[in-house]
């Protein structure tokens, strides 16, 4: 059990968008970090006075999604005059989780639904701003995890709203009502914070007995023994809203350390080992599950298998042998990364070249080596320092990003060269209407009118300061649109003074 937990909670530029077209999902990944806050708690959820609230201004280089702007009430002009820029904001990040981390090594960083969104975000902001991007990997938990588990193992014990289908809703501010918890401002990090510490000590006292099984797979190492230990093991799953628990054995391990291929032993496996290799890959649908040590994975003893369908009508001696047969089997472990292989070579033919961008892959960040450099641009006050640095990065990606950041962040301190260089990737990036994998401005325009369209025939209580919001983003989207267009731009103020610029 951790001593320590950090709760944090981000409000971005957006939701996300596919990263190429035939992406399952989405990821957040470009979205841009505009509010961060972060309260830590010792191990029984007290707050301590260790704690963050953190606003700051909007990248030059970023778009936002309109729905972001009246989802938080914060449109650009608020946002432009936040006392911080980004870099700012992400280097106190940086600084503040590695101060909170020192004081205790095994400190778990948790939050609602983060496994799926803001450890993302938080990721790729802080290798877009060249740190080190996995600062809160090893221990980590989420909140709909333990809230989900906690529903799938006595459904009683937690009030969910429902869905339009039916199934229990797990949205944060929604729930904690439901189950008499505080919220004071829905969507504002710090009240969403607040209101994730109140949740996880309700769960915790909810169900004292579970609790240790729900939080012991928010350290990585342990899910990893307990995967590699037990035969079979119950995986609580989401689709749809739907939750169930599977019952799992596990294969091999993955190309990715703690990533695990398993078998839903709902299947008889026999039929797997007697495939082919080609036949494996059509069996096998459906009857695998990728289990991700690193990401909070809900895992609960074997033995209750047979209290949940289907496996209550397969029993407790069929599983059993199943497991046996499929717990570290070497012939269907080949068959794995055979499997493995082809989807690796379909998946890169599949992507975009178009989408293919310098800061498109946050491990990229160990393969730039020269950590001493780029220590010592973070170290350097003034930007003309750091961009003398910069220039001496070698690796084209980590050179390209730095100038970018340079761009957003003190875009006078650039070379002509740099500055129209960078100023014309992004005009390809942000001008040219296609799809890209972030927000684009014709994309952003197209939304803003769609929603103010909505908005215009709403009876929404906050109509007026949402059309006004909207209004001025519009305002906004149109200057930078120009801006961009523009082949002779001059370097761009930041702040009260773009806001001046751009709003009069």
């Known amino acids: 059990m951790s001593n320590k937990y950090i709760f944090y909670d981000l409000e971005t530029s957006g939701r996300g968008k596919k990263e190429y077209p035939t992406a399952f999902g989405t990821t957040p990944k470009w979205e841009q970090i505009m509010q961060i806050a972060a309260i830590v708690t010792d191990s029984k959820f007290n707050q301590t006075n260790q704690n963050m609230n953190e606003f700051c201004r909007p990248r030059t280089s970023v778009i936002s999604q309109p729905g972001a702007l009246i989802t938080t009430l914060k449109g650009m002009r608020e946002a432009l005059d936040a006392p911080q820029s980004s870099y700012e904001l992400m280097k106190k990040i940086n600084e ?19 496994m799926e969104f803001d450890e993302s975000v938080l990721e790729y902001n802080l290798f877009s701003h060249m740190f080190y991007p996995y600062v ?150 459906r009857k695998n599950r990728y289990v991700i040590t690193n990401q909070h994975p809900i895992i609960l003893p074997g033995k209750i298998a047979s209290n949940y369908e289907p496996y209550d009508e397969i029993g407790a001696e069929v599983l059993n042998e199943r497991a046996k047969i499929v717990f570290k089997n070497k012939d269907l472990a080949d068959k794995f990364k055979l499997m493995e292989i082809d989807k690796r070579i379909e998946k890169e033919d599949e992507k975009s070249q178009d989408n293919i961008f310098p800061e498109s892959a946050a491990n990229a960040f160990l393969d730039f080596k020269q950590s001493t450099e780029i220590a010592k641009f973070h170290e350097q006050n003034d930007w003309n320092e750091k961009y003398k640095i910069a220039l001496s990065i070698k690796e084209p990606r980590a050179n390209f990003i730095l100038k970018r950041l340079i761009f957003d962040e003190s875009p006078k301190t650039l070379s002509k060269e740099d500055f129209k260089m960078v100023h014309r990737e992004l005009h390809e990036r942000l001008v040219i209407n296609q799809e890209r994998p972030f927000t684009t401005i014709p994309e952003a325009m197209s939304q803003t009118d769609t929603e103010l369209v909505k908005m215009e025939e709403s009876d929404d209580e906050n109509k007026d300061q949402k059309m006004q919001i909207l209004k001025d983003y519009n305002v906004y989207l149109n200057f930078m649109e120009k801006y961009f267009s523009n082949k002779n731009a001059e370097p761009l103020p930041s702040g009260k003074e773009l806001s001046k610029i751009i709003f009069g």
């Open 96 to 114: 503040t989780f590695d101060e909170w981390k020192k004081d205790d090594p095994s400190s778990t960083f948790i939050g609602h639904n983060i």
């Open 136 to 285: 809160t990997r090893k221990s980590r938990g989420d909140t709909l995890n333990l809230a989900r588990g906690l529903y799938a193992i006595n459904p009683s014990s937690i009030k969910t709203p429902l869905t339009d289908r039916g199934n229990p809703s797990f949205k944060l501010e929604k729930i904690a009502e439901m189950n008499n918890l505080p919220v004071e401002f829905a969507h504002d990090a710090f009240s969403d914070v607040k209101t994730s510490i109140a949740l996880t000590k309700f769960i915790n006292e909810a169900d004292t007995t579970n609790w240790s099984q729900l939080q012991m797979t928010m350290s990585k190492e342990d899910a990893i023994a307990y995967i590699n230990k037990n035969k079979g093991f119950c995986f609580m799953t989401s689709f749809g809203g739907r939750i169930k628990l599977q019952a799992l054995s596990m294969v091999c391990e993955s190309q990715y350390n703690g990533w695990f291929h398993t078998i839903d032993l709902a299947h008889d496996p026999i039929p797997l080992l007697e495939a082919n290799s080609e036949e494996f890959k059509k069996l096998i649908k």
